[in-house]
């Protein structure tokens, strides 16, 4: 059981350039979360998921867009990337109140 | 709506003393409280929580947490820090639609 897998697991981009961010659960958890984890920040809610097909915003949306195309998978999405989304991006998922289960994390440099 | 507010970003202790990590709460309905564990270069581990019932919880590694509602309060204990606790740790809750809010975190040090 794999749990929660991202991919990659680092990356370093040219600032304008874009790319995708896999998060992948074999769980099947109907709540899928991005967050990005910045140093006296905590964790913050970019965009989640309730649901195959569906998608909302978090406390932190702009510069990102997502999709949940399958139940198992959500993308997370840079389409100009910039110096202030380098960052630890972490994938969650869950199936209720009662935890979340978390990847590995990307570690993100824009260049 | 619901939040959580860790005090004390960095705390140090001496191995074999007691850990104490300070987490707050706000919400106008009792609420699910998680406490996660980051180890570096790690995603988030699940210590323990608190849904309903016995206001003690108990978690893994000797970890523990009380709910104390008049205080809005969910502090996690250790009684006797070992060289492993170093870590991050998180204070964490969900708002009703299932979005997990998290705390700033603490970073805990343990001195040999």
């Known amino acids: 059981n794999a749990g929660v897998t991202q991919t990659p697991k680092f990356r370093v981009l040219k600032t304008g350039q874009s790319m995708t961010l896999l998060c992948a659960q074999d769980?099947?958890?109907?709540?899928m979360y991005w967050y990005r984890q910045d140093p006296g920040m905590g964790l913050r809610l970019i965009h989640y998921?309730?649901?195959?097909?569906?998608?909302a915003k978090g406390e932190v949306p702009d510069g990102y867009n997502v999709s949940r195309l399958k139940k198992q998978n959500f993308l997370l999405g840079l389409e100009s990337a910039a110096p202030s989304q380098t960052s630890v991006y972490f994938c969650?998922?869950?199936?209720?109140?009662?935890?979340?289960?978390f990847g590995q994390g990307t570690r993100l440099t824009v260049v | 709506a619901q939040s959580v507010t860790q005090l004390g970003s960095h705390v140090s202790v001496s191995e074999g003393a007691l850990v104490l990590l300070r987490c707050n709460y706000s919400s106008s309905v009792p609420p699910y409280l998680f406490w996660y564990v980051q180890y570096p270069n790690q995603g988030l581990q699940l210590l323990l929580k608190?849904?309903?019932?016995?206001?003690l919880v108990k978690g893994i590694n000797g970890f523990e947490a009380e709910f104390k509602k008049s205080e809005t309060s969910f502090h996690l204990t250790k009684p006797s820090a070992h060289m492993s606790d170093a870590a991050e740790y998180f204070c964490a809750t969900p708002n009703t639609g299932n979005q997990f809010y998290f705390g700033t975190g603490t970073s805990l040090t343990v001195i040999p």
């Open positions: 769980m099947n958890h109907e709540y």
């Open positions: 969650a998922s869950s199936y209720s109140f009662a935890r979340a289960f």
């Open positions: 608190y849904t309903t019932g016995a206001t």
């Open positions: 998921s309730v649901g195959e097909g569906t998608t």
